[in-house]
């Protein structure tokens, strides 16, 4: 630890810890306004989302979406013969990711705006105050935490021995294996599942839950899994892993309590994400280090105990809300300007949206079905699947999906839908409008649906509404 009897601390304004993209986003609009604002950042400048997570991912998704679609020539235009070859999605990837996951661009961005970066891992050492590399900078008016998640390794007997996958080795492949076994049948683990079986890997998924996407409405579970077995994936659901093998020649096996051995050449890990507070040093703040997230208040304010902690606001995954990067830089720019001293008000994280990118996609936003009844509303459901819509039925081959609207009766509003088919989550826009501005339903029921749309589906299961 740094003594501050010999070596004085380094004065600035603002301190950000963490530097994906709420962390560039606070960091950079206060460092734009001339405050003195200090970025430490462990790892790569950017965080999960452009090297790791969202913008790579789509990128493997885009190209086997690609190949899907010319498999359906046949019966639509003709015949085809489909190709796969990784090496430009390979290629594509480490151009975006600027030569070879290098940040040297996204730290001259932050330097542009005025900000001050420093390499390194902080520790926060007191109000005000963090230290990184022996150095210890005190800052007047915060501390903005920013830290992010990480790929969360479940501590199933076995598997810390093996040489597994993250989303990070699945990312920077030059070559696809064989087979692949993927923990995990949430968003992350399906669609790069679903990915890599495109190009040829075959691929099984298991999911502990009893479905897959089990955040979502089990209907899009459901047909995401009939969709699986279709294109050759295999889907076990309802038993997490209990032990995992692996041989240097043969690759991994996965057995699961009822006796099943699932086998392949690699494994990709996809079981969700964990923050890391016990390396940050917060019980300097009266903060538990055991923590899962940090409790925020409207303001992004941390809490310790119901009342804001003087100084301290968390942006991102790290508060917990929601582990979306649309959801962060929302975060860090209302954060930026509470420190400010702008008037601002709290995100509604009730009309909060999200998309996976399967094919088909499936977007949602609000509540899904059985929390609104758990929450006491008075619901009523309209269900419309996609392929007895007028461009489901157009669309032909790949026209698996639904649109369920989640209504509170009472209200005569929205409170959750679900989006599920060829642009999922392009229609989630029009729904995620009406929830998040409790648009009547009679409103919705009144507009004039451009025809034939996917978006139209959202007027054909409005007519659907239960009494």
């Known amino acids: 630890m740094n003594d501050s009897s010999t070596t004085p601390d380094i004065p600035t304004d603002v301190i950000v810890i963490g530097l994906g993209p709420a962390g560039e986003t606070v960091g950079g609009n206060l460092a734009e306004t001339g405050l003195h604002v200090v970025g430490i950042e462990g790892g790569l400048v950017g965080g999960e989302c452009p090297y790791w997570g969202c913008v790579p991912s789509k990128m493997m998704i885009r190209a086997a979406d690609v190949l899907a679609e010319a498999r359906r020539v046949e019966g639509l235009a003709g015949t085809s013969t489909v190709t796969p070859d990784w090496a430009p999605v390979a290629q594509r990837i480490r151009d975006q990711a600027t030569d070879n996951w290098d940040d040297t661009v996204a730290v001259d961005r932050f330097v542009g705006k005025g900000g001050t970066f420093v390499r390194g891992y902080a520790s926060i050492v007191g109000p005000g105050r963090v230290e990184v590399n022996g150095t210890t900078y005190a800052a007047s008016k915060g501390i903005v935490i920013a830290t992010g998640t990480r790929a969360a390794v479940p501590p199933i007997p076995g598997l810390a021995d093996t040489p597994f996958w993250t989303n990070h080795e699945i990312m920077q492949l030059t070559e696809l294996p064989r087979s692949m076994v993927v923990l995990g049948g949430g968003a992350i683990g399906a669609e790069l599942a679903q990915a890599t079986a495109r190009f040829g890997v075959e691929v099984s998924v298991i999911e502990g839950m009893d479905r897959l996407l089990p955040r979502n409405e089990p209907e899009a579970g459901d047909i995401l899994a009939d969709v699986f077995d279709a294109e ?68 992004q304010q941390v809490l310790s105990g119901g009342a804001p902690v003087a100084g301290l606001w968390a942006v991102g995954d790290i508060a917990g809300d929601g582990l979306f990067t649309h959801l962060a830089t929302r975060q860090a ?44 509303l008075n619901v009523k459901i309209g269900f419309k699947p996609v392929a007895h819509t007028a461009r489901g039925w157009l669309h032909m081959s790949g026209n698996e999906g639904f649109i369920k609207l989640v209504v509170d009766a009472d209200r005569d509003v929205l409170v959750g839908a679900t989006s599920v088919g060829p642009r999922g989550g392009e229609v989630l826009g029009l729904l995620s409008l009406a929830v998040h501005a409790q648009v009547p339903v009679s409103t919705l029921r009144s507009m004039i649906y451009a025809y034939p749309t996917f978006h139209k589906g959202i007027e054909d299961a409005l007519g659907e509404i239960t009494p």
């Open 232 to 299: 050759g994936i295999a889907v076990h659901t309802g038993q997490f892993a209990e032990r995992i093998d692996h041989d240097p020649e043969t690759g991994f096996s996965v057995t699961m309590p009822d006796g099943t051995v699932v086998t392949g050449e690699q494994l990709l890990v996809a079981t969700g994400r964990r923050t890391f507070l016990k390396e940050l040093g917060i019980e300097a703040l009266g903060l538990d280090p055991e923590s899962r997230f940090l409790s925020v208040d409207g303001q």
């Open 333 to 376: 720019a209302l954060a930026a300007n509470v420190i400010l001293g702008e008037p601002t008000e709290p995100l509604n994280l009730d009309a909060l949206s999200a998309v996976t990118f399967t094919d088909p996609e499936v977007g949602a936003v609000g509540v899904t079905e059985a929390e609104a009844r758990d929450a006491g």
